[in-house]
């Protein structure tokens, strides 16, 4: 997609990524960059930089990396167009309406709008002869008018084709609709047809943060199967990636989030008063999902199913949450299977007492290490005490350890200073483990996505270190640009990626262009922009940087038709330098 360059030249200048990173990143200055936990992926140790005097940021521990586009296109959830239009529209810019290709962009508002059309016609039904069967269904959960409405509840009536002629009546056309999972495909004696994707199923339409209609789910009205079916992935909706109700629970000011299951659980919750509650959508929670809620609160209480499955979950979404900052909290349901069964049995009340009794992270794990052992005997007292010090030592605090370590002293009948002193054993011997296992993984996920967007690079490791040191110094200082295409042209670069790269940069500068973050945000996706920032930052700091570019053309123009080529000294002049690499190429 091309937007002109003066255009993208006045946003960078313009966009303050410092201001624009701090809405969601503690950022603390470290030299010349400014170091936060990365939004992006889970982390304890700060990696994620943001250097104000580029305008961009770099990952050291996922790669991601990008400009101030790249940051609202993975944070708002938005292509590129869309992104360069809402930074504009914060600037007070007005974007060109020339020059660019907004086509994906078009089909992404097209399933937005036709979902949003849906999600009127689904809700209109309720009130219409052929829905009297989901409302009664709704009225049957115990929901109000007001609920129906503000959740836009619905319901897809019993035939096969009744939305589609709703849809095509208001401009849309069949393939918007398949796109927009709308729709499906069938196939019926040799002749293909198109039907409904929902139908019989009460509907509850799904939300993005900013509002937009993203996707649907359909509950049948009885315990037939499938009970659920959700939308499939589309250029809107990505499976693990939104939080349903987020968007309303993110207003209520609270610093606590009530994590649910289902968004029947969710529907009921905010009913009864607790519009913080929010839910995962037909998966188990993802780390991309955990960095969200982590963005619009301080804690997380867990409220799965009291069921064997609901418990598998929870112990799952622990392990995620504890990636994050997010203090945890797990709520024991009893009375009922679900919230949405306990409120309605014994009313608001009921739950909000189970909400204020919920054990926070350690007590939940230290509760589920004691189990069903018998602590009256000193194998059992053994089996526990040795699993809580685990526990303790790798999620508590001092004084926690402290109020922690009395607690089991007077509940195993042990010693406390004997519990501190193997606490402070094994969090010392876990921390040096940490340690080693931060630094060695610190560039493997640089060095995966690599190898990932480039596999000919492990068959050719010096040539492909060549080349990314030559890039990234010609990132670090694009004014080297016509001492190196007299060295190296893009057709000798090895891998396919790096050469790529070298014909994006090579024409760019060629044509007098600027190679900065902005300015390559459009021409490349996340992943190779975060893979060609990373070769600008293994770069910073290299001495004698035209010795490096030379060493670099080297190596990838092979040692034997080089053999014997002098050292460039300090004093050789440029013109010198360059005729005898040139005659050395030929």
């Given at each position: ?201 009460v509907i509850v339409p799904i939300l993005d943060l900013r509002g937009n209609v993203i996707a649907f789910g ?199 200073d004997a519990i501190l002193a193997q606490l402070r054993q094994t969090a010392k011997r876990d921390a040096r ?110 001495q004698n940087s035209l010795q490096e570019c030379l060493d670099c053309a080297q190596t990838l123009l092979g ?28």
């Amino acid at each position: 997609m091309q937007i002109p360059d003066g255009f993208l030249q006045q946003l960078r200048d313009r966009a303050d990524i410092e201001q624009l990173v701090s809405q969601h990143v503690q950022l603390r200055r470290s030299g010349r960059a400014l170091m936060g936990l990365c939004p992006f992926h889970n982390e304890r140790t700060p990696s994620f930089a943001v250097y104000p005097d580029t305008n961009s940021f770099f990952c050291f521990g996922c790669g991601a990396a990008g400009d101030a586009i790249s940051f609202l296109m993975r944070t708002e959830r938005l292509d590129y167009v869309e992104a360069v239009k809402l930074l504009a529209d914060r600037l007070g810019l007005q974007l060109p309406e020339e020059h660019y290709d907004d086509s994906l962009s078009k089909r992404r508002q097209r399933i937005l709008a036709a979902n949003r059309e849906a999600a009127r016609f689904y809700h209109a039904q309720l009130g219409e002869p052929q829905g009297a069967a989901g409302l009664e269904y709704w009225r049957k959960r115990g929901l109000s008018g007001k609920t129906i409405r503000r959740f836009g509840l619905g319901f897809a009536p019993n035939g096969f084709g009744v939305l589609l002629e709703h849809m095509r009546g208001q401009g849309f056309v069949p393939e918007e609709l398949l796109e927009a999972n709308l729709a499906r495909k069938g196939e019926k004696n040799g002749r293909s047809y198109l039907a409904d994707n929902f139908w019989n199923r009460v509907i509850v339409p799904i939300l993005d943060l900013r509002g937009n209609v993203i996707a649907f789910g359909g509950r049948v009205l009885d315990d037939s199967k499938p009970k659920y079916i959700n939308t499939a992935d589309t250029l809107a909706y990505k499976k693990g990636r939104d939080i349903f109700a987020l968007q309303l629970a993110k207003n209520t000011g609270k610093e606590q989030l009530i994590l649910c299951e289902g968004y029947m659980d969710v529907i009921a919750l905010h009913q009864a008063g607790f519009e913080n509650a929010v839910a995962c959508l037909g998966t188990a929670l993802t780390k991309e999902q955990a960095q969200l809620l982590a963005r619009y609160a301080k804690e997380v209480v867990l409220c799965y199913d009291a069921d064997e499955a609901g418990q598998a979950a929870t112990r799952k979404a622990l392990a995620v949450l504890r990636q994050t900052t997010l203090r945890l909290r797990v709520l024991q349901l009893s009375g009922g299977k679900d919230p949405d069964e306990i409120i309605r049995a014994f009313g608001a009340e009921r739950f909000r007492s189970l909400l204020e009794g919920a054990a926070n992270n350690l007590e939940y794990r230290l509760l589920a290490a004691r189990g069903s052992l018998d602590l009256e005997s000193a194998d059992g007292k053994a089996i526990y005490l040795k699993e809580a010090v685990k526990i303790l030592a790798a999620e508590a605090g001092p004084l926690e350890r402290d109020i922690y370590a009395s607690r089991l002293a007077e509940e195993l009948d042990v010693r406390k200073d004997a519990i501190l002193a193997q606490l402070r054993q094994t969090a010392k011997r876990d921390a040096r483990r940490d340690e080693r296992r931060y630094y060695a993984n610190l560039m493997r996920p640089l060095t995966e996505a690599a190898q990932k967007l480039d596999p000919a690079r492990a068959q050719h490791m010096a040539a492909a270190k060549a080349e990314e040191r030559l890039l990234g110094l010609l990132q670090q200082n694009p004014d080297f640009y016509p001492k190196i295409r007299e060295m190296v042209l893009a057709e000798d670069f090895v891998t396919p990626f790096n050469r790529n790269l070298a014909e994006t940069l090579f024409g760019r500068l060629e044509e007098g262009r600027e190679i900065d973050p902005t300015m390559l945000s459009g021409c490349m996706g996340a992943d190779e922009l975060g893979e060609t920032l990373r070769m600008r930052h293994a770069a910073e700091g290299l001495q004698n940087s035209l010795q490096e570019c030379l060493d670099c053309a080297q190596t990838l123009l092979g040692e034997k038709r080089l053999a014997g080529r002098p050292r460039v000294s300090a004093g050789m002049a440029d013109e010198d330098y360059l005729a005898l690499f040139a005659g050395l190429r030929k």
